[in-house]
């Protein structure tokens, strides 16, 4: 008797845009150069500062393709196989053969076998591939994406097999995105991985972009979301931060203040008390930053002062 | 008929049996011996065919058996089946083959 226990089906994503998703002009315009590229069987790759937007992006782009999505983050720990399979286990099968009952015929049969892994899935049924946070694995963890985004093949490590060789399916699409600015647990992304991606730099939104984003995410009204994001805009500008405040630190406090429904105005101190909570922490705290800490906050405390009077 | 072994070659009494009779004696003994010889292929049918209706029950019970072993090593299988044990890989499919394949994907939803 054989029993053998079928393959999991691969879990795919089914990408949609919450009903908070704000497409403003400049996301809009961004989403339409990287499908032009994805049409024309190009990866794009999304690079920009934290909080610009990179995964949502992506997320969106990929949504517009139609196709199930494979989500990949990337990791210090992955290894080719993370990405493509390995092989796990065997098909063990033994045959008693007694036809005739005086002779007994032993075979016995073990056949190592492969499990595909999520990027194997994506090229063999032509899904979208998002790589998020792709230099956060290492460099020889990748190799594997250079003869798929180039000559569309899939090789995999198992040279004996009929199926080493698997042609990329034509609906296979891949968007990357990476944080050239971040410096913890990134590596550099090789050279030739790089020259085949079309990279788009993402930089903070503008004004209005920010505002419209953060009261859809907040349900804060406009008129007062746009005080909290002047005041995070502001602090951004000068540079007195070790870790830059993004939009996510605007829809942090507008959200809060929204729950709790205090007033962004500089002279409630639940509300003072807030913004400092979400930007002073952007700041190394260490005894030697003290006294830079206490002008900070004092530069915080004008810039509440300023927009929120 | 092509003769090719003695096997093949008509004994006396072969050729007699197979003669038209030509008395009444003659043709109701071969009536009595066929008759007899009708009654017992009727019985070895009948033994046949008990075989097989037992033989399928059997095959039954051991394919409910099978689903059910198939369950508890694998629930969401539902049955056991017998697979290659290849993987079988097609790197193009008919539109129709690439919905029946998603049908059985696992969808999460992700909202962005």
Redesign the interface.
Known sequence: ??????????????????AD?VESPAVHDVAERALAYLRASYPVHFRGPAGTGK??LA??VA?QLGR??I?IVGDEGFATADLIGDKSGY?Y?KVVDRFIHTVVKYEE?A?E??V?NRLTHAC??GFTLVYDEFTRSRPEANNILLTILEEGLLILPNMN???AY??V?PDFRSIFTSNPQEYAGVHEAQDALSDRLVTIDLDYYDRDTEIVITSAHSGLPMEQTAKVVDVVRDFRASGEYDQTPTLRASIMIARVIAQQELPPAASDPRFVGICLDVLESKTVFTSGTRERRAQQRKMLLSLIEHHCA | MKIKTMRDVSTIQGLRNQATPTTREQAVTEAARLERELARLKRELDMWTANQNKTTERMQRIEQRLALLGELVEPSLGSVTERSSGHERVAERTEDGRQEKEKGWRTVDLQY
């Not at chain 1, 008797?1 to 089914?14: C, Q, S």
Request: net charge positive; glycine share 0%.
């Open positions: 008797m054989t029993i053998a226990v079928a393959e999991a089906p691969p879990t795919i994503l089914k990408v949609s845009a919450r998703f995964t949502t997320l969106h949504a199930p999505v989500l098909h099968r049969d056949v076998r492969w595909d063999r049924e097999s009929r199926d698997i042609k399916h």
